[in-house]
């Protein structure tokens, strides 16, 4: 799309904003709230929305399903700094879960959460409701205690720490709060789902619109679920085929000391956190449907956007690592995304790949409000409303190449911890069985390419072995066999380019459309 084709879709997309704020009956409305609900730890791939079926009804049936939705990175606190900046790993430096590594650290709240979806809707006059897991490290002393609220929230209800489901602290607007195991008061998933009702009864004192954001633990460890859903799927397993129990031979060497075939510890370990996530999840479906519910209740629903989404997605025994995420398959870097709202069409698919790093221009859109240049994501509006729009712009040109980065972290001595052999060193996650999930140097950056005439994947690792991988995934959908060594070196010169662009890239550089791309190499040979 020439500039001229950018202005003209912009422009479409500001008139429809302004025009479906007219009701039927020609009286104005405010401008929309927005409801934005993020899991913990949920795929897609491995049957994640199984037990979804509300929240598919309630949002994804009554909006837009985005099946192509990728995360920035495998992990809970870099994947979060991505959905609330829009930036990618490298730019916002929150590079894994700890201090450290950036994870709420005193140069995010410096630099990166200055600039939030929070602020920026704040800024365009919106009242701001945050409830649950923000950033894995926050609220603790090193990272300014349960007093940071950090910028843009008026309502703040954040979890100190990672998730739980009990046994917790809450910092309430700056208080410490805590809570003990007593599932009609302490259970948070349900906690936030009624803090979230209370702040929607509160809605009517004031003509300002709003936007919440409401982050469960679900499903994340320690997979404690409410008590009346501890008896549910006692004969499910997690998902077999595909990659399951196979030896990942000719990948990482983190994946190729995975014993293959699993003993039967961790087959059965497994299968019982597949289970234990799926009744957290059940939590979840009622905190969509009574959100839902207070909206249409309260006559609000008609005139507000709910997003339903996670941060990064999970495995069971695929490549034969029992239970994790941080790997650089499509099971744990696809995510569930679903969008209904104002001018959003009922039933849609829309099948461009997209980002979490999207969510935060889009949320900013929604709420008129102005996307800073240095944001490395877009927003998906023009995506949400293409069918109000098609006639007069056409359908909007969008990259193909998406940035998955990841750093690995690691214990200097792991042995003790998980019970191990005393060289199990600079590794970490070693459960059960001794199969460790991460360590320093399962650090890489990949491209994921995804277009009408390409589905690839390539990756380049900071390690002793400068370890690459690469997967026609046209071919190859479950990614077992790496054909670094088996495909057209132009092929891999070129995703290797592309990969050194999108590591350094930041704001519009990010992104590149389908046509910008290499259009003489045959990808399927």
């Not at 703040?156 to 003990?180: C, P």
């Not at 980002?355 to 102005?370: F, S, Y």
């Not at 109000?388 to 911890?417: C, F, Y």
Request: aromatic share 10%; net charge negative.
């Amino acid at each position: 799309m020439n500039m001229a084709g950018e202005m003209m879709a912009g422009v479409g997309v500001s008139l429809f904003l302004c025009c479906f704020v007219l009701v039927a009956q020609g009286t104005a409305v405010s401008r929309p709230n927005i409801v934005f609900i993020l899991t913990d730890d949920q795929d897609v791939v491995l049957e994640g929305m199984r037990v979804m079926n509300r929240t598919k009804s309630l949002i994804g049936d009554m909006g837009a399903t985005f099946p192509n939705m990728f995360v920035s990175s495998p992990l809970c606190c870099p994947s979060r700094s991505s959905i609330l900046t829009g930036k990618y790993v490298h730019n916002h430096r929150a590079v894994n879960n700890s201090v450290d590594g950036g994870c709420a650290s005193k140069s995010w709240q410096d630099g990166p959460e200055k600039s939030t979806f929070a602020t920026q809707v704040k800024t365009a006059g919106y009242r701001t409701f945050f409830a649950g897991k923000y950033l894995n490290q926050y609220g603790f002393p090193s990272t300014g205690g349960p007093g940071h609220i950090p910028p843009g929230w008026d309502w703040w209800l954040g979890l100190i720490g990672n998730s739980r489901y009990y046994d917790y602290a809450l910092s309430v607007n700056g208080t410490r709060q805590k809570h003990g195991k007593l599932y009609s008061k302490d259970y948070l998933t349900d906690i936030i789902r009624n803090q979230s009702l209370h702040f929607l009864d509160s809605v009517d004192a004031s003509p300002d619109p709003f936007f919440m954001m409401l982050s469960t633990p679900a499903a994340h460890s320690p997979f404690d679920s409410a008590p009346q859903y501890e008896k549910d799927f006692v004969d499910w397993k997690a998902p077999r085929g595909g990659s399951y129990n196979v030896h990942g031979k000719d990948k990482h060497w983190l994946l190729r000391f995975a014993p293959s075939p699993m003993k039967e510890t961790s087959v059965q370990y497994a299968d019982n956190i597949f289970r234990k996530r799926m009744r957290t999840l059940l939590s979840v479906e009622d905190l969509v449907q009574a959100v839902v519910s207070r909206l249409e209740d309260k006559g609000l629903l008609y005139n507000t956007y709910v997003i339903f989404s996670s941060d990064n997605g999970y495995h069971y025994g695929q490549f034969s690592l029992p239970e994790d995420k941080r790997q650089l398959y499509e099971f744990d870097i696809r995510v569930p995304l679903m969008v209904r709202g104002p001018g959003i069409k009922a039933g849609q698919t829309i099948t461009d790949p997209v980002m979490n790093i999207d969510l935060m221009p889009t949320i900013i859109e929604m709420a008129r409000g102005k996307t800073p240049a240095d944001v490395d994501g877009r927003s998906l509006m023009p995506h949400l409303l293409s069918t109000q729009l098609e006639m007069e712009t056409g359908t909007p040109e969008w990259r193909s190449d998406l940035l998955v980065e990841h750093q690995g972290e690691w214990a200097l001595h792991a042995w003790p911890k998980y019970n191990c052999p005393h060289w199990w060193t600079m590794v970490t996650g070693c459960v059960p069985d001794c199969v460790c999930e991460d360590s320093y140097n399962n650090t890489y950056s990949c491209v994921r390419t995804l277009s009408s005439r390409a589905n690839l994947m390539y990756c380049e690792f900071q390690d002793d072995e400068n370890f690459k991988e690469f997967y026609n995934l046209e071919k190859d959908p479950h990614q077992l066999n790496n054909a670094i060594n088996t495909t057209d070196p132009n092929i891999l010169k070129f995703m290797s380019e592309r990969l050194k662009e999108l590591v350094a890239c930041s704001g519009k550089t990010c992104n590149r459309s389908e046509q910008n791309g290499n259009g003489d190499l045959n990808y399927n040979t």
